[in-house]
């Protein structure tokens, strides 16, 4: 079209990537999180999976990411990867400066304890145990002494909004409530990030935005958070998001309208709700 026309383009930057720049600049935000050139093939059976083909990004303190793409994208490899629960093929990287490629298993495991919260679409609670025991239970390995580990697990269960569930089971709470207790285990710790795979996957929206209000208050607080969702609706309570295809990050945008969930929530009908006791 217009070939013989064709002026010579002037290419600016697209409004996103300025912002992203200028977002740097303005509030020299320090990096947590950094890879480089990142690469996971798996093999199996002779059939090799590019499941991450050269991921370059970094994550700063305080921000909370949203990482979007479709299935078998790569977005649990990158997510195992950075949580330390899986080690790249090839590409480095840096949790706060210290480069963590070549770190053994168990050296792997005490940055994971001190550093990283986990939560799971499936919750990964123990299902014969209490939400306080489920919440206590990353403290007893990292040797929390009994009464402290009480402490601050009643806290943190307090926090998500679950004072009086303390002694329920998984099977005698919601979802909702369940991945509140996932969370409060996730907290403990009082990690650098939480690092979170589709945690509103198994939710009906209600649920879903309260999880999503009790991530932005600890945000607030100055918890980083990384979150995998498939749903462009989630990604918007985030500051960033961040689109994963084939394997490659394709965009990583800053989100200027964030959505705050405490006020989202006042548009939603708590469900059951209509139904009187
Ligand atoms: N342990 C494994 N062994 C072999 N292949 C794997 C393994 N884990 C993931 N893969 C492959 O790597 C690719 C990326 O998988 P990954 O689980 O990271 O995708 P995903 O983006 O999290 O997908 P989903 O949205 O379905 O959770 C897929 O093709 C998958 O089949
Ligand atoms: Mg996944």
Redesign the pocket.
């Known amino acids: 079209m217009g070939g013989l026309t064709k002026k010579k383009e002037v290419v600016l930057p697209k409004k996103e990537e300025t912002q992203s720049v200028n977002d740097k600049l303005q509030s020299k935000k320090e990096v947590l999180l950094q890879v480089k050139d990142l690469k996971k093939i ?1 093999k ?1 059976d002779g059939v090799s ?1 590019h ?1 991450l083909r050269g991921v370059n990004v970094e994550f700063y303190k305080h921000e909370f990411t949203s990482i979007m ?10 997510m195992n990867i950075l949580g330390c629960l899986d080690k790249p093929t090839s590409g480095n990287y840096y949790i706060e400066g210290e480069d963590v490629s070549n770190f053994s298993k168990d050296q792997l495991a005490l940055v994971r304890n001190r550093k990283i919260g986990f939560v799971f679409q499936g919750f990964n609670l123990l299902s014969r145990t209490s939400a306080l025991e489920n919440v206590e239970l990353p403290m007893v390995y990292a040797g929390v002494p009994a009464s402290e580990r009480h402490r601050r697990a009643m806290a943190a269960l307090e926090s998500v909004g679950l004072k009086g569930r303390e002694n329920h089971h998984p099977n005698q709470l919601s979802g909702g409530q369940q991945q509140r207790v996932a969370i409060a285990r996730a907290i403990c710790n009082t990690p650098s990030v939480i690092l979170a795979d ?1 945690p509103t996957g198994n939710l009906d929206s209600y649920s879903s935005i309260e999880i999503m209000g009790i991530f932005q208050r600890l945000n607030q607080q100055g918890i980083s958070i990384v979150l ?1 969702t ?1 749903e462009p609706d989630i990604a918007e309570y985030t500051q960033r998001v961040i689109k ?1 295809v084939d ?1 490659q990050i394709v965009s990583d945008k800053r989100n200027d309208k964030v959505l705050l969930a405490s006020e989202e929530i006042k548009k939603h009908k708590k469900p059951g709700t209509e139904i009187e006791d």
């Not at 479709?70 to 977005?75: D, P, R």
């Open positions: 798996y199996m999976v499941a793409g479709t299935s078998g994208s790569g977005k649990s490899t990158l589709e995998i498939h994963i394997g």
